[in-house]
C-alpha cells in the first residue's frame, strides 16, 4: 500500500490560493491520487482524481510532477466555507478500493 | 435521489448488546462501504461489498459482520457492542467504473456505554 503523507494542518485567508502537498514515495505504477474532502459531522466528498500532470475541475487543480512521488492540491481564492480536512489517497480503484486509507488528513482553516 | 441514506443517526449502546446499521443507496451503485471514524482520525474501512450477495472484510473487521442482500442496501451489525467500537461510522457506494468517486451517508454516532 502506498503511505502518504500530508500535513496535519494549514492556515489561509480568504481570497488567497492554497496548495496542500501530499507525499507517495512508494507510489506504484497503476496507482491514481485521489483526494476527498470532509466538513464536520459529515462524510467525505470526492474532490478531483489524477494519474500524471494537471487535472482541473470546477473545484479544484491537482498537479502531479513526473516522478509522481507527491502531488499538490490546489483551491483557487478559499472562501470560509473551504473550511475542512482534506484527503490525499494513492492506490488502485481498479482493485474496489478495499485498501484504501485515509489518514488523518490536512486540516485547512480559512480565516476572514 | 436520496442519494445515500444512513439508519439511526444516533444510537447508545451498552456493553454486549447488538445493533444493526442500515445503509441504502438509490443510484443503482454496485459497491457499498462500511467506514468507523475514531475522534481527530481518518476513516478505517470495515467491510466492503462489490456486489449483491457478495462482502469482503476491510482493515478493522473484527467485531462486526455485514450482509448485502439487496443491491441497494448495505447492513453492518455489531453482535456484542464494546466501548472500543464508540465510533462515528459512515456508509459509503460507488459506480463500478467510478470506483475512486465514493458517495458518503451522513453518518451514524454510536456510543458503547
Known amino acids: 500500500l502506498a503511505k502518504t503523507t500530508q500535513p496535519i494542518s494549514m492556515d489561509s485567508y480568504e481570497g488567497q490560493e492554497v496548495n496542500i502537498t501530499c507525499s507517495h514515495n512508494n507510489i506504484a505504477t497503476n496507482d491514481y491520487i485521489t483526494w476527498y474532502q470532509q466538513f464536520p459531522s459529515q462524510g467525505p466528498r470526492f474532490i478531483i482524481q489524477?494519474?500524471?500532470t494537471k487535472v482541473t475541475n470546477e473545484v479544484a487543480s491537482l498537479f502531479i510532477p513526473a516522478d509522481r512521488k507527491s502531488s499538490t492540491l490546489s483551491l483557487p481564492r478559499v472562501s470560509l466555507s473551504d473550511t475542512a480536512v482534506y484527503y490525499c489517497l494513492v492506490g488502485d480503484w481498479d482493485n474496489y478500493g478495499q485498501n484504501f486509507v485515509f489518514g488523518p488528513g490536512t486540516r485547512l482553516s480559512v480565516l476572514p | 435521489n436520496a442519494g445515500v441514506t444512513q439508519t439511526p443517526k444516533f444510537r447508545v449502546l451498552k456493553t454486549g448488546q447488538s445493533m444493526t446499521l442500515l445503509c441504502a443507496q438509490d443510484?443503482?451503485?454496485?459497491?457499498m462501504y462500511w467506514y468507523r471514524q475514531d475522534p481527530g482520525m481518518g476513516l478505517r474501512l470495515i467491510h466492503y461489498?462489490?456486489?449483491?450477495?457478495?462482502?469482503a472484510k476491510g482493515e478493522v473487521p473484527d467485531g462486526y459482520n455485514v450482509s448485502r442482500l439487496k443491491k441497494q442496501n448495505f447492513l453492518l451489525g455489531l453482535e456484542s457492542a464494546a466501548p472500543s467500537q464508540t465510533s462515528v461510522y459512515f456508509c459509503a457506494s460507488s459506480a463500478l467504473d467510478r470506483a475512486e468517486e465514493q458517495y458518503f451517508g451522513p453518518g451514524t454516532r454510536l456510543t458503547v456505554t
Open positions: 443510484m443503482n451503485h454496485e459497491y
Open positions: 461489498s462489490v456486489g449483491e450477495g457478495t462482502t
Open positions: 489524477g494519474y500524471k
